[in-house]
């Protein structure tokens, strides 16, 4: 046989047998507690061993995302995890739940009569139900054998970034580091996680949906409270700056940097 067209059929043969991974790979599942559920997708490293352990990020995706299809809330953010870059240097298990239509990540007012939207933060006061549910996850995550406590790292974006940062004010000793992508929250509750939790915040300067004075008050609250806060601010990014932060060539390199000591 012609030694370049025995070349070309093995090629041949190995990409027929080659998959890419895709957002199926994201497995389907639900939690449920007090009567009600929250679908969500997790993936698992390759070669997953549930003897052994691994970090665990979970994410939490904006207000278009909701839903119950399970599916939705893939929408941005699970192409980076599924990349093979991702995949072979950091092998963990990310969570994506998905908030269902009626509920949000945060306990917050929202306008939405006119645009840029206007938020009103509340300072406590009794999660979402959405928010309930998640917590119980993370705790039914953290108690199995393959999850490494020390190694749960939290992001999310626009109204999941609202989110990540109320997840953290609720459970500030769970995790190890997270990101914030054009979020916000009530500045005073900073002072709950801001020794606990290294965070990257980020925004886009032009962003006429959430304006970026919610971050620029967060990362002036969590340093004054003695947080190390890194904040990247995206001057001609609109809304959608999340393209940009999951571009950030050092995103997960600083996000795994971190262990929880506490």
Not at 84 to 106: G, H, L, M
Not at 139 to 159: A, E, F, I, N
Not at 235 to 255: Q, R, T, Y
């Amino acid at each position: 046989m012609n030694r370049l067209f025995s070349s070309f059929l093995v090629l041949g043969f190995t990409l027929v047998g080659w998959s890419q991974p895709t957002k199926d790979s994201f497995k389907e599942a639900s939690y449920s507690q007090d009567g009600k559920s929250l679908n969500y997708r997790i993936l698992y490293p390759e070669n997953f061993n549930k003897n052994k352990q691994y970090p665990v990020v979970l994410f939490l995706h904006g207000a278009g995302e909701r839903g119950s299809d399970n599916k939705k809330q893939l929408a941005h953010g699970s192409s980076l995890f599924l990349s093979d870059s991702f995949r072979e240097t950091y092998p963990a298990v990310v969570i994506f739940p998905q908030c269902p239509k009626e509920s949000y990540w945060a306990n917050v007012d929202v306008d939405r009569s006119s645009f840029p939207l206007t938020f009103n933060f509340k300072n406590g006061g009794e999660p979402t139900y959405a928010m309930k549910l998640v917590m119980g996850l993370m705790d039914s995550v953290k108690s199995l054998s393959y999850s490494q406590d020390d190694r749960l790292y939290l992001g999310g974006l626009s109204m999941g970034g609202f989110g990540t940062y109320e997840l953290l004010s609720r459970k500030p000793n769970m995790f190890a580091a997270a990101f914030a992508i054009c979020g916000g929250a009530h500045p005073a509750t900073a002072s709950n996680y801001a020794s606990f939790v290294p965070m990257w915040v980020f925004h886009g300067g032009k962003d006429n949906v959430v304006l970026p004075s919610y971050s620029t008050e967060m990362v002036i609250a969590l340093r004054k409270a003695g947080g190390s806060v890194k904040y990247t601010l995206y001057k001609d990014a609109n809304h959608n700056s999340w393209d940009s932060a999951f571009a950030e060539p050092g995103l997960m390199d600083w996000l795994f940097s971190h262990k929880n000591s506490n």
